[in-house]
């Protein structure tokens, strides 16, 4: 896999600065056309999932998506590891601003055993299929206690080719005012690394908060099918 060169290449500091502003971020390419069809063909191979949401019956939106059972397939589960210790300074630089407590180790393993202690020991792990008229709405993948603040989606077709619609969507609500929204073209093969509960917010006594949710809009033609990665493991 091509991931770990893509994310090394990555200016970390730019992106910092971009999720810090926006609360979302593009990664350079992490995953060659042909690594993107070799996940998104996983999402056929039922053994390696531990469930299966129709989003419409939990009215989530329109659309399916797939847990993957543990152990993760190499490539997730790589991908995985390579983000934990990119995204760790951004938590932990986020919860000293906001006052909160950093209770993530150096680790994703020791990470992992943490949410494992706290009750959540499942993975979260999930491969997202899209097809006309579905949609994802806006949420926040939050399972339980134990909670990484930041997560990331990866682009697995190409928009404008393989789907039309379906562009990544967040709102910010913030404090005593309209909320502000913002959307996406996710790339095929790049990364979208986003908060997944707020973002810090400059304010006149230090630093606030804006909470913030995610979501797809409808896609209109075409398949668009998306890798999605947390750092906590759920319930
Ligand atoms: O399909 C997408 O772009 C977003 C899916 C999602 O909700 C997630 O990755 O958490
Ligand atoms: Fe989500």
Redesign the pocket.
């Known amino acids: 896999m091509s991931e770990a060169t893509g994310l090394a290449a990555g200016d970390w500091t730019a992106l910092a600065e971009e999720l810090g502003e926006y609360g979302s971020a593009l990664t350079p390419r992490i995953l060659t056309p042909g690594e993107c069809r070799e996940v998104a063909a996983m999402y056929d191979d039922v053994e390696r999932f531990r469930s299966t949401v129709d989003m419409a019956r939990y009215r989530f939106g329109s659309g399916q998506?797939r847990y993957f059972a543990n152990p993760l397939p190499q490539p997730v589960r790589e991908l995985r590891e390579a983000f934990y210790p990119r995204l760790l300074p951004i938590a932990r630089d986020w919860a000293e601003k906001l006052g909160r407590p950093a209770p993530w180790p150096d680790t994703l393993k020791e990470w992992l055993a943490i949410c494992h202690e706290a009750g959540q020991p499942k993975s979260a792990q999930?491969l997202?299929r899209?097809g006309p008229g579905d949609w994802?709405a806006l949420?926040q993948?939050v399972f339980g206690e134990a909670v990484f603040p930041l997560?990331?989606?990866i682009?697995l077709d190409r928009p404008g080719a393989d789907y039309s619609g379906?562009e990544?969507l967040m709102t910010e609500q913030r404090p005593r005012a309209q909320s502000r929204g913002s959307s996406t073209t996710?790339p095929q093969g790049q990364g979208?690394v986003f908060t997944t509960r707020d973002r810090p917010v400059r304010s006149a006594r230090g630093w606030s908060t804006a909470p913030m949710r995610?979501?797809?809009s409808t896609v209109r033609t075409g398949r668009?099918r998306?890798?999605?990665?947390?750092f906590h493991d759920a319930k």
């Not at 998306?226 to 947390?230: A, E, N, Q």
């Open positions: 998506y999930i997202l899209y994802n949420h993948d997560q990331v989606v682009g379906g990544f996710l979208l995610h979501g797809v668009r998306t890798l999605g990665l947390v």
